[in-house]
């Protein structure tokens, strides 16, 4: 079965712009939650989506957004990057919300210019 | 500051048997993990453990959970140069929550 695949892997942008990451769960999982992780925070959670549906947020500025498809793959977005936005961005899947086994991508490497 | 806290780093020898601490401070949460990720990667699930759980073994890997001190650790046995990796602990509550880290460094 295939793992949790995350799109693209590495992106450089320049402060103002507005990325798109994209994250596929593993096949028959319907939950997935998105991750920053920074040398200076550690790893923060974003959010977590089911059903379509934002289930928890963590504590992050309205600038940082997400969705989820009928098919269950997630999109998050950030918009008007600053420089501190520069991170790895995780994303994990799990077969429902609240279950107790996530299972993480690769990540996709945002360097904000 | 961060809600679960690990020492940063550890350095071990082959063969030796690594013990990487960890201490949360919600005495709710339900389940504990442990992550590996290693350079350039994403986080691989090692072991978790449910709270009311003392103790979970799987190969090399032990897990002991101390629900009283709020501190648990994993052991691994008969470490290898493969296993230099980062260590997180992470306690599930409404969400995810991490901790720093432990760099573990196996020196043949």
């Known amino acids: 079965k295939a793992g949790v695949t995350q799109t693209p892997r590495y992106l450089i942008k320049t402060r103002g712009q507005q990325v798109t990451l994209s994250c596929s769960p593993i096949s028959g999982h319907r939950s997935v939650s998105w991750y920053q992780q920074t040398p200076g925070q550690g790893l923060q959670f974003l959010f977590e989506y089911f059903s379509e549906t934002q289930r928890n947020k963590g504590n992050f500025p309205g600038r940082f957004s997400g969705r989820q498809f009928s098919n269950s793959r997630s999109e998050m977005n950030v918009s008007t990057l600053e420089l501190g936005d520069s991170a790895l961005y995780l994303c994990?899947?799990?077969?429902?919300?609240?279950?107790?086994?996530?299972?993480f991508g690769p990540g996709t490497r945002l360097l904000v210019l | 500051g961060e809600d679960v806290e690990q020492s940063l780093f550890l350095s071990v020898r082959e063969g030796d048997s690594s013990v990487i601490n960890c201490t949360y401070t919600?005495?709710?949460?339900?389940?504990l993990y442990w992550y590996k990720q290693e350079p350039g990667a994403g986080l691989q699930l090692l072991t978790y453990?449910?709270?009311?759980?003392d103790m979970k073994q799987d190969q090399r890997l032990t897990v002991l959970l101390n629900k009283k001190d709020k501190h648990l650790s994993l052991r691994i046995a008969d470490t290898q140069t493969g296993d230099s990796a980062i260590y997180f602990c992470?306690?599930?509550?409404?969400?995810?929550?991490f901790g720093a880290g432990t760099r573990l460094t196996v020196k043949p």
């Open positions: 919600d005495s709710s949460s339900t389940y």
């Open positions: 992470a306690e599930m509550r409404h969400d995810m929550r």
């Open positions: 994990a899947s799990s077969l429902a919300f609240g279950e107790e086994t996530q299972y």
């Open positions: 453990i449910f709270s009311n759980m």
